[in-house]
């Protein structure tokens, strides 16, 4: 069966400190890769989506990059974070670009 | 340009008491729409989508064209439907919108 994982589970970060949060997904191949954030209020806002290895498109401009080195590997990125970077990360996959979506467990990210 | 709107942030009921969350979407193509669910420290789930017209958990919902809405029902509401609702919109099948578009989220409270 198919599982994703997200870590760390919660991070605590200085402003100006680099980022990196990893998602994985097994038991699948070629997934669709998403980045989301979830904001109190704001609900989800889609940050980057990935079809393929290097292919990464960006929803939102901001202070965030995301890569896929692997297939099913998907990198959230910050080389300098800021105050407003804080909130919680889900990463999800999917098998079609549109249709039912699977998501993590999330990353807890404080910028203090 | 496609949009999901739930206007509701919060809502409270009592336990028994029926309740409905709305959505209303935008989109001039033939639209496919989800309601996903993130129960407390859970991960977020897919509830159910409009082309399966299935029963879950005692969920409905019906997407209806003319008013551009699909809005989530039940009946008799119970303590543990307490969660973040979301609705969602893809373009369905063929379609060259690429991915799912979130609403803002509503909040459920099932009073006891």
């Known amino acids: 069966s198919q599982t994703i994982h997200q870590w760390p589970a919660t991070l605590v970060q200085p402003v100006g400190s680099p980022l990196s949060l990893e998602c994985t997904v097994e038991?699948?191949?070629?997934?669709?890769l998403y980045w989301y954030r979830q904001a109190a209020g704001r609900g989800l806002q889609l940050l980057f989506y990935?079809?393929?290895?290097?292919?990464i498109s960006s929803e939102v401009p901001q202070n965030l990059s995301a890569s896929r080195p692997q297939d099913r590997q998907f990198i959230l990125s910050s080389k300098k974070l800021l105050l407003s970077d804080s909130g919680f990360y889900l990463c999800?996959?999917?098998?079609?670009?549109?249709?039912?979506?699977?998501f993590g467990p999330g990353t807890r990210l404080t910028v203090t | 340009a496609q949009r999901v709107t739930q206007p509701e942030k919060l809502l409270s009921v009592f336990k028994g008491a029926p309740v409905e969350l709305k959505c209303n979407y935008s989109?001039?193509?033939?639209?496919?729409l989800f309601w996903y669910v993130q129960y407390s420290r859970q991960r977020l789930q897919l509830l159910l989508r409009?082309?399966s017209r299935e029963s879950i958990k005692g969920f409905t919902a019906d997407l209806n064209k003319g008013e551009t809405s699909f809005h989530l029902k039940k009946p008799f509401a119970q303590e543990e439907d307490s969660a973040m609702y979301y609705c969602?919109?893809?373009?369905?099948?063929?379609?060259?919108?690429?991915?799912?578009?979130f609403g803002r989220g509503t909040q459920l409270t099932v009073w006891p």
């Open positions: 999800a996959w999917s098998v079609q670009l549109v249709g039912e979506q699977y």
């Open positions: 038991g699948t191949s070629n997934p669709n």
């Open positions: 990935s079809v393929g290895i290097g292919q």
């Open positions: 989109y001039s193509g033939s639209p496919e």
């Open positions: 409009h082309i």
């Open positions: 969602a919109l893809s373009g369905g099948r063929g379609s060259t919108l690429g991915r799912l578009y």
